[in-house]
């Protein structure tokens, strides 16, 4: 079975970016993947030898109302077609009420997340990541997606041995 990956969290902390960079040793955008819709992007990716699934969202907001709603029920549905939940959070910015919420989504889905604190360049990793141990993950994956740093050991993690 091929592992399957869901990028969720609040718009702009880098999701698509780390999307681009899991998938980028192949830019296949897959196309017949069962259960495939047009709102979501599914990519294929390869670590190691071990191929998986990677799953864009839009992003959801923390607020599920108006507008939103459409975005909230694709990361929604994303969990719910996931083996591995990444939760993204943005260690620039800190952590945000919208942050809050989207981790009371996620202990409500069920499903267990990882949380991964992005744009850890420039700055302290583990300072960085401080700011959001409240939100009550286990140790967060330490990235800066736009540097390609940190996803490699993120995947050996993740992905156990075929
Ligand atoms: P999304 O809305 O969650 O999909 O976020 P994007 O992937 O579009 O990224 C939002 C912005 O953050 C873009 O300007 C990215 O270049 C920037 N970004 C993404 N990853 C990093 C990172 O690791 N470090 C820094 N400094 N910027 C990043
Ligand atoms: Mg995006």
């Known amino acids: 079975m091929t592992p399957v990956i869901a990028l969720v969290g609040r718009p702009n902390v880098g999701k698509s970016t780390l999307f681009n960079q899991m998938t980028r040793s192949r830019d296949a955008l897959v196309a017949d ?30 607020d599920e109302a ?23 959070v ?19 889905s069920g499903k267990q997340a990882h949380l991964v604190v992005n744009k850890t360049d420039g700055q302290d990793p583990d300072v960085a990541a401080s700011d959001f141990y409240r939100l009550g993950f286990d140790s967060p994956f330490l990235v800066a997606a736009s540097h390609n740093r940190g996803i490699r050991s993120m995947l050996e993690v993740l992905l156990p041995e075929p």
């Open 66 to 88: 108006g507008i939103d709603a459409e975005m909230a029920r694709q990361s929604m549905q994303a969990v719910e077609e996931a083996d591995i939940v990444l939760f993204l």
């Open 90 to 108: 943005d260690g620039r910015a800190g952590l945000t009420a919208g942050d809050e919420l989207i981790a009371d989504f996620l202990r409500r």
């Open 33 to 62: 993947f069962p259960g495939l819709t047009r709102d979501r992007k599914y990519g294929e990716g390869h670590y190691e030898g071990q191929k998986f699934i990677v799953i864009d969202t839009g992003g959801l907001t923390g």
